[in-house]
């Protein structure tokens, strides 16, 4: 069996449901587009996930899985391969670092749209833009695989791709400008309240040394510059994706907090929106490491998620 060439199909397979999906929804089948855009969207991942290792596509629980990994080894002749399914798949890039790991309702939405429509209970209520979705999720994976122009992958359809990426890039930077202004409003309106040496001291309290390990998770926090007020707020990171003998490792952001505007931001969208979407070193403003070498090694081998702690204790 010849591996490279079966999980090689991967990569044409997407783009040619990415196609379709598009030319679905041209005609106003929204079922197709749904269907196809799901499919599209699993084997692209797939495609990725491969790239970087085939054994990342095994299943991890049930029956014939110790044939499968003899079979992706080139150790045993075989038709067929099961794999795992779509939301593993986004799981494991997530684990990665390729996709954002804080919470995607949307991209669930979508994939249990492409179910749905296989089971024929697919219903879509609009409550999101499975467009953008669809477009902006297989950018982020096309960045990840970097085989592959975008040109090449949605062929006719790349103008609507390009306009649609424009409309939700232009949406997020409204929201985020929003979100700051807010944040202000709320810190000058907190300064006008005290006495100027009440908000110092209340800055001093709050913004020394935010980085430690938050109780009771497995979640690091970081010090960061709040792109609304200034002052010290804490970025919320995973476990480590990336780990480097001697040199401290390197995590994804899933949440930022300031606790003196009382600044948020809990998407992918916010988080890139403030320039804080890529890896970080695990490290405090004087350049110390946040974990050791041994903790980070324990974290990389049994994360358990983190990012959706309840911070309003510290504020």
């Not at 492409?114 to 096309?142: E, I, M, P, Q, Y």
């Given at each position: 069996?010849?591996?490279?060439?079966?999980?090689?199909?991967?990569?044409?397979?997407?783009?040619?449901?990415?196609?379709?999906?598009?030319d679905?929804?041209?005609?106003?089948?929204?079922?197709?587009?749904?269907?196809h855009?799901?499919?599209?969207?699993?084997?692209?991942?797939?495609?990725?996930?491969?790239?970087?290792?085939?054994?990342?596509?095994?299943?991890?629980?049930?029956?014939?899985?110790?044939?499968?990994?003899?079979?992706?080894?080139?150790?045993?002749?075989?038709?067929?391969?099961?794999?795992?399914?779509?939301?593993?798949?986004?799981?494991?890039?997530?684990?990665?670092?390729?996709?954002?790991?804080?919470?995607?309702?949307?991209?669930?939405?979508?994939?249990?749209?492409?179910?749905?429509?296989?089971?024929?209970?697919?219903?879509?209520?609009?409550?999101?833009?499975?467009?953008?979705?669809?477009?902006?999720?297989?950018?982020?994976?096309?960045?990840?695989?970097?085989?592959?122009?975008?040109?090449?992958?949605?062929?006719?359809?790349?103008?609507?791709?390009?306009?649609?990426?424009?409309?939700v890039?232009?949406?997020?930077?409204?929201?985020?400008?929003?979100?700051?202004?807010?944040?202000?409003?709320?810190?000058?309106?907190?300064?006008?309240a005290?006495?100027?040496?009440?908000?110092?001291?209340?800055?001093?309290?709050?913004?020394?040394?935010?980085?430690?390990?938050?109780?009771?998770?497995?979640?690091?926090?970081?010090?960061?510059?709040?792109?609304?007020?200034?002052?010290?707020?804490?970025?919320?990171?995973?476990?480590?994706?990336?780990?480097?003998?001697?040199?401290?490792?390197?995590a994804?952001?899933?949440?930022?907090?300031?606790?003196?505007?009382?600044?948020?931001?809990?998407?992918?969208?916010e988080?890139?929106?403030?320039?804080?979407?890529?890896?970080?070193?695990?490290?405090?403003?004087?350049?110390?490491?946040?974990l050791?070498?041994?903790?980070?090694?324990?974290?990389?081998?049994f994360?358990?998620?983190?990012?959706?702690?309840?911070?309003?204790?510290?504020?």
């Amino acid at each position: 069996m010849d591996v490279n060439r079966i999980f090689g199909e991967l990569f044409p397979g997407a783009r040619r449901f990415a196609q379709s999906a598009l030319d679905a929804l041209s005609k106003d089948d929204e079922e197709v587009f749904l269907l196809h855009a799901g499919v599209s969207i699993e084997r692209l991942a797939k495609a990725v996930l491969a790239q970087k290792s085939p054994f990342l596509l095994l299943e991890t629980k049930g029956n014939g899985n110790e044939d499968a990994l003899f079979q992706i080894a080139g150790l045993e002749q075989s038709k067929k391969i099961r794999t795992i399914g779509a939301a593993s798949a986004i799981a494991r890039l997530k684990r990665l670092g390729v996709l954002p790991q804080t919470k995607d309702p949307e991209l669930d939405g979508l994939i249990e749209l492409r179910n749905g429509v296989a089971h024929l209970t697919a219903a879509h209520d609009g409550s999101f833009d499975a467009l953008a979705k669809f477009v902006g999720t297989s950018t982020t994976l096309l960045t990840a695989w970097g085989r592959s122009g975008p040109e090449h992958y949605w062929g006719p359809h790349y103008g609507l791709v390009e306009l649609t990426l424009s409309e939700v890039g232009e949406k997020a930077a409204r929201h985020f400008s929003r979100l700051i202004e807010q944040a202000r409003y709320r810190v000058a309106q907190r300064a006008q309240a005290l006495p100027q040496t009440a908000m110092e001291a209340l800055l001093k309290e709050r913004s020394v040394n935010v980085a430690l390990t938050w109780p009771n998770s497995r979640t690091v926090l970081l010090p960061r510059e709040c792109p609304a007020c200034g002052n010290l707020g804490a970025l919320l990171t995973g476990p480590p994706v990336l780990i480097t003998s001697g040199k401290p490792g390197e995590a994804v952001p899933q949440r930022f907090v300031c606790f003196i505007c009382d600044l948020d931001l809990r998407t992918p969208e916010e988080l890139a929106s403030a320039g804080m979407d890529g890896r970080v070193p695990l490290v405090k403003t004087n350049g110390e490491r946040v974990l050791t070498e041994a903790e980070e090694a324990l974290w990389h081998q049994f994360p358990d998620g983190g990012g959706d702690e309840d911070v309003s204790s510290a504020r």
